[in-house]
């Protein structure tokens, strides 16, 4: 009897240890994903102001797209012009890069932690796999039509030095007010930008205010 309670001992010792120091893994973990979880919360509100700066960006120069896919731009317009946004309106547009680094973060600790099981970080990870892609892939179709537009001109038009190095704009201004070609290019420019790339910005935008939310919100629960 006296054997198997030195036994019982051990084991209740080893059992107990175990659990404890399970329960501190457990601590650990989830002190690592709560510091995650805070970093993805500083990275989405530092997005969100990039998106919104290019969202105003976009809304002022809506009315220039609009002037010249409806016909009623002039050459006065164009010389009248308070900046080369209007000369330049197809051929260059501010970039988004998005903060990463809570995501990477994210993605090493749910790859080191595959039998843990939370849902707010599962979710943020399926957000940053869709969303990112999505508004790499529109980005991308940009990216080439800006490159198509640059080399066709640069290779096809007598205007293109003084234009490109903003010496005289005039040979490019009768090519945009009289060519169909410059029209189609402003059109193309204008779907990828206002019906996909911009749209695409915007879910970013109101995916992420929720998740920033729901950050906050487990922050109150601790």
Same mark, same amino acid.
Not at 62 to 80: E, M, R
Not at 128 to 134: D, G, N, V
Not at 163 to 172: C, E, L, V, W
């Given at each position: 009897?006296?054997?198997?309670?030195?036994?019982?001992?051990?084991?209740?010792?080893?059992?107990?240890?175990?659990?404890?120091?399970?329960?501190?893994?457990?601590?650990?973990?989830?002190?690592?994903?709560?510091?995650?979880?805070?970093?993805?919360?500083?990275?989405?509100?530092?997005?969100?102001?990039?998106?919104?700066?290019?969202?105003?960006?976009?809304?002022?120069?809506?009315?220039?797209?609009?002037?010249?896919?409806?016909?009623?731009?002039?050459?006065?317009? /164009?010389?009248?012009?308070?900046?080369?946004?209007?000369?330049?309106?197809?051929?260059?547009?501010?970039?988004?890069?998005?903060?990463?680094?809570?995501?990477?973060?994210?993605?090493?600790?749910?790859?080191?932690?595959?039998?843990?099981?939370?849902?707010?970080?599962?979710?943020?990870?399926?957000?940053?796999?869709?969303?990112?892609?999505?508004?790499?892939?529109?980005d991308e179709f940009r990216a080439l039509?800006?490159?198509?537009?640059?080399?066709?001109?640069?290779?096809?038009?007598?205007?293109?030095?003084?234009?490109?190095?903003?010496?005289?704009?005039?040979?490019?201004?009768t090519y945009a007010l009289n060519s169909?070609? /410059?029209?189609?290019?402003?059109?193309?420019?204008?779907?990828?930008?206002?019906?996909?790339?911009?749209?695409?910005?915007?879910?970013?935008?109101?995916?992420?205010?929720?998740?920033?939310?729901?950050?906050?919100?487990?922050?109150?629960?601790?």
């Amino acid at each position: 009897m006296y054997g198997i309670g030195e036994i019982l001992l051990v084991v209740i010792g080893i059992l107990i240890a175990v659990a404890l120091n399970n329960w501190n893994e457990k601590e650990r973990e989830k002190k690592e994903l709560n510091n995650i979880l805070l970093t993805i919360h500083k990275n989405l509100k530092n997005d969100i102001l990039e998106i919104d700066k290019i969202l105003e960006f976009h809304e002022s120069t809506a009315p220039l797209y609009d002037k010249i896919l409806s016909g009623s731009i002039t050459k006065k317009d /164009y010389q009248d012009a308070q900046d080369i946004r209007l000369h330049f309106l197809i051929l260059g547009y501010p970039e988004i890069s998005f903060d990463k680094r809570g995501y990477n973060l994210l993605s090493t600790y749910n790859s080191n932690n595959e039998t843990t099981k939370d849902t707010l970080a599962a979710h943020i990870a399926d957000f940053y796999t869709e969303r990112l892609l999505e508004i790499k892939v529109d980005d991308e179709f940009r990216a080439l039509d800006f490159k198509n537009n640059y080399e066709y001109w640069k290779n096809n038009y007598d205007w293109w030095a003084n234009y490109i190095t903003r010496k005289d704009f005039d040979g490019f201004e009768t090519y945009a007010l009289n060519s169909p070609d /410059y029209k189609n290019r402003v059109a193309n420019a204008y779907f990828l930008t206002y019906d996909i790339f911009l749209p695409e910005l915007r879910i970013f935008k109101e995916q992420a205010l929720i998740i920033i939310k729901a950050i906050e919100q487990r922050a109150l629960e601790k």
